[in-house]
């Protein structure tokens, strides 16, 4: 089964910049849950995970300016390593 719109989606992370520094992760919390479509997560990160089965890691890469538009990380090309680890 892989994730497609409308699916309630559970990932672990870990989000880096270029260099390698780790601005966030949900290691050791519990997963990051959201829907596919609802818009809850960066565009890049939830088309990244669309398509994923369940067990699957995967590199997504948030483009420079694509992400977030204002705070430390606005501007930043974002790196994730994404594990789906349950789909709804």
């Known amino acids: 089964m892989k994730a ?5 989606v559970y990932v672990y992370y870990v989000g880096k910049l270029e260099d390698g ?3 966030d992760s ?4 519990e997963p ?5 479509g609802s818009g809850q997560v960066l565009q ?5 995970v669309k398509g994923m089965e369940v067990g699957e890691e995967k590199e997504v890469v948030v ?7 204002s705070g430390e990380l606005a501007g ?4 994730f390593q994404v594990t789906l ?3 709804d």
């Open 44 to 48: 890049h990160f939830e088309d990244g």
């Open 21 to 23: 520094e780790v601005f």
């Open 85 to 87: 680890v349950k789909i």
């Open 4 to 8: 497609e719109d409308r699916d309630t």
């Open 76 to 79: 930043k090309k974002l790196i």
């Open 63 to 69: 483009p420079a300016g694509e992400g977030y538009d």
């Open 32 to 36: 990051l849950v959201f829907t596919i």
């Open 26 to 29: 949900s290691k050791g919390r």
